[in-house]
């Protein structure tokens, strides 16, 4: 059974919310996965998972500065990410507020750990936004996000 962690970081309630939901929908899937707040992460342990997703309000554009803490510790992984599957989702105040740049900031890294990514066509292209509170539109998006993971997650792992 493949397995996948999610890493969020949460001041108001609404990343982590985020998080929760699609802790829920992947676990609907058939997958393993654990949730929980980035200060509860030992960078090592991110070896042992198929795949790694990543939320954060986002703050001035980009991630909050411990999920940039525990991305810049990454560096120790350098080589062993490689081919785990990414993601990530952020909340933020307002709708121009950079959350494209922090879902994107936090993809760069698992670029360069030679992650896979996977965008989606429709909505939120680079993963879930939430604008505030999970309504009814991010909700969605965080479903769709959480069955395209699974949908490739389950690809990649019958490759292996």
């Not at 309000?57 to 991305?71: D, F, H």
């Amino acid at each position: 059974m493949s397995k996948v962690i999610i890493i969020y970081y949460s001041r108001t309630g609404n990343t982590k919310s985020m998080a929760e939901l699609i802790e829920k929908e992947i676990n609907e899937q058939g997958v393993d996965v654990d949730c929980k707040p980035v200060d509860q992460v030992k960078i090592e342990e991110l070896v042992s998972y198929d795949g790694i997703i990543i939320g954060s309000p986002t703050y001035y554009g980009s991630m909050a500065g411990e999920i940039k803490i525990l991305l810049d510790k990454s560096v120790k992984l350098h080589g062993k990410l490689t081919g785990k599957l990414g993601g990530a989702f952020t909340s933020s105040a307002n709708i121009g507020g950079g959350n494209e740049t922090t879902i994107l900031d936090i993809l760069k890294a698992f670029l360069i750990h030679g992650m896979v990514i996977q965008g989606d066509y429709r909505g939120d292209h680079y993963g879930p936004v939430a604008i505030g509170k999970l309504d009814s539109r991010s909700s969605s998006q965080c479903r769709n996000f959480s069955s395209n993971y699974c949908r490739l997650l389950n690809k990649l792992i019958e490759r292996i």
